[in-house]
């Protein structure tokens, strides 16, 4: 089980930029090189980028193209097991080791990425997490942080759980997401205005907000 390995000693950066979702592959947390694209898109300093997924172990194994069906079947159990102490504690400790590692934290959370960020924030994370993006959310609750929550008319599996969203896509469906290049300027879009806010705990990345002008 790879909550099980060491959580990892992050170097500090002011912010961070990272992906959560369940692991279709759960003996790797390598991103897909879809998920790869999407955060090579966004227009944050590279070294704010997180390039593993949750629980943010490296490891030199690729993920294995396994059928929708059986990834289906994982993310599943990991949206089930999030809210058991075994798993909740276990993913706590990583989460923490990330979340003492910068002053400003945007997470982008796919699917039930969003119901493992759940069981992993606490009130400590109140001014840490600046902003979480909710691509397909699939969570019994929305998080007690700011939040937004993205779903496309074509995605019934997240409509289950939240009928109301923030954000809603013409024709977007619940695998297509990072596809999208609305999403991708959408993200953009909140990150800049975020960094270049006055809410931004410490000074915002010059090219982050020229981006925005």
């Not at 944050?44 to 990834?71: C, D, G």
């Not at 969203?165 to 879009?189: E, F, I, T, W």
Request: charged share 20%; glycine share 4%.
């Amino acid at each position: 089980m790879i909550l099980s390995e060491p959580p990892v000693q992050h170097p500090f950066t002011t912010m961070k930029v990272v992906w959560l979702s369940g692991l279709s592959d759960p003996a790797t947390c390598a991103l897909s090189a879809k998920q790869e694209r999407f955060l090579d898109a966004l227009d944050v300093p590279h070294e704010s980028k997180i390039y593993w997924n949750f629980p943010y172990v490296p490891s030199t194994q690729a993920p294995r193209e396994v059928p929708l069906w059986l990834a289906s079947l994982r993310n599943a159990h990991q949206f089930i097991s999030a809210s058991r102490p075994a798993y909740r504690n276990a993913a706590r400790r990583h989460w923490r080791a990330l979340a003492d590692s910068t002053d400003a934290l945007f997470v982008i959370t796919g699917s039930c990425g969003l119901e493992i960020l759940n069981h992993c924030i606490d009130e400590t994370d109140a001014d840490r997490i600046v902003r979480v993006i909710a691509l397909g959310p699939v969570a019994r609750t929305r998080p007690n942080v700011p939040c937004t929550l993205v779903r496309g008319t074509n995605d019934p599996i997240s409509k289950f759980y939240f009928p109301d969203c923030d954000v809603v896509l013409h024709g977007a469906g619940h695998m297509s997401y990072l596809d999208d290049p609305r999403v991708v300027q959408l993200v953009n879009q909140i990150v800049s205005e975020i960094v270049c806010s006055n809410t931004f705990p410490s000074s915002a990345p010059a090219s982050i907000c020229r981006s925005a002008s």
